[in-house]
């Protein structure tokens, strides 16, 4: 099951660090499953919250927390986290041992909201339609919102 791990999102708007996702029983769905694992490329150093890898495939996630003042906030933000860290692409498929790399923004609104195509990422991962559901309802009403 995946849950909520604590921390608090910064007031710049990023999550300083946090990772929102406790990776627990990923083993079910065949990932080996990385956290924060240090790449450079030309700018300095990237760590990407979670690196997820299977069969030849690799799955790079970055979380982030936003107030959102609309969708496109959210969207934004996944664009900005894919624009980051796609200069580790080779990196990650030269160190992980992999021929294929996704790299993935997974924006949370800090009010709740949740960006739809993060549900397609938790299906890449192995969870049925009504795990993503219920880990997105989890993550959109968890410690972290305040409701």
């Avoid at 450079?40 to 790079?60: M, Q, Y």
């Avoid at 880990?135 to 919102?145: D, N, Q, S, W």
Wanted: proline share 4%.
């Amino acid at each position: 099951m995946l849950t909520y791990s604590g921390g608090v999102p910064g007031g710049d708007g990023e999550e300083n660090g946090v990772t929102i996702l406790r990776v627990s029983g990923w083993q079910l769905w065949r990932w080996e499953v990385y956290r924060e694992k240090i790449f450079e490329d030309k700018t300095g150093v990237k760590r990407p919250d979670l690196v997820f890898c299977s069969e030849g495939k690799a799955l790079v996630l970055d979380v982030t927390i936003r107030f959102e003042l609309n969708a496109n906030v959210l969207k934004k933000a996944c664009r900005d986290k894919q624009k980051h860290y796609k200069s580790i692409v080779k990196q990650v498929e030269d160190s992980m041992g992999v021929t294929e790399v996704e790299v993935h923004g997974f924006p949370i609104g800090a009010r709740g909201l949740w960006y739809r195509p993060n549900s397609k990422v938790l299906r890449k991962l192995g969870l049925s339609k009504p795990e993503a559901r219920a880990l997105a309802e989890r993550l959109c009403k968890g410690p972290f919102v305040g409701h």
